[in-house]
């Protein structure tokens, strides 16, 4: 069991590129979260999804994109870089949303927009 | 509206005494909550979670934390610090207890354990 797994590790974009930020979960969970972190803050939930073809916005949702198109799978796409996108980005999962199920976290991803 | 507080944005301990991080929360709502932890450079792992069941809640390494809805705080405790546990520590709410679609986040405690 790999859990929720993320790729790639490390980036540096240069502004106005795009990116496809990877995640992946094989716990069959339904929900799954992406959430940004800035220096000396804490998560702020960027998009999320209850299952395959369903998401919504969450806190901070401008300039980024996600798509569901399976249950394993919940991408993260930059589409035009701009530095206050620089953040380290965490991928998560879980089962539920009922009391205590606990969402379940990648390893995340530092990107760096220069 | 909802709201957590982390009482201390850094904490320092020796070895072997005991550790306190606070955390004081708002919720309109019976919340649900949670401590995570992050080492340095790593992603983010649950410690405990409070669900509205016995409020002393005990969770991984040793760490333990007390829901008290008089005081709406949620503070986290351990005996004796290791080394290993200096790291991040986020107090983390879910207003409603029954969607932690939507969870807010602390700002963090970052724990030194000095030898």
């Known amino acids: 069991n790999a859990g929720v797994t993320q790729t790639p590790k490390f980036r540096i974009l240069k502004i106005g590129q795009s990116m496809t930020l990877q995640c992946a979960q094989d716990?069959?969970?339904?929900?799954m979260y992406w959430y940004r972190q800035d220096p000396g803050m804490g998560l702020k939930l960027i998009y999320y999804?209850?299952?395959?073809?369903?998401?919504d916005k969450g806190e901070v949702p401008n300039g980024y994109n996600v798509s569901r198109s399976t249950t394993e799978d919940f991408p993260l796409r930059l589409e035009l870089a701009a530095p206050s996108q620089t953040s380290v980005y965490f991928c998560a999962s879980s089962y539920g949303t009922s009391a205590g199920n606990e969402q379940f976290f990648g390893p995340g991803t530092r990107l760096t927009v220069l | 509206a909802q709201s957590v507080t982390q009482l201390d944005s850094h904490v320092s301990v020796s070895e072997g005494t005991p550790v306190l991080l606070r955390c004081n929360y708002s919720s309109s709502y019976s919340p649900s909550l949670f401590w995570y932890v992050q080492h340095p450079n790593k992603g983010l792992q649950l410690l405990l979670k409070y669900t509205s069941a016995a409020t002393l809640v005990k969770g991984i390494n040793g760490f333990e934390a007390e829901f008290k809805k008089s005081e709406t705080s949620f503070h986290l405790t351990k005996p004796s610090a290791h080394m290993s546990d200096a790291a991040e520590y986020f107090c983390v709410v879910s207003p409603n207890a029954g969607n932690n679609r939507k969870l807010i986040w602390g700002l963090g405690t970052s724990l030194a354990v000095n030898p």
């Open positions: 999804s209850v299952g395959a073809g369903i998401t």
């Open positions: 716990m069959n969970h339904n929900y």
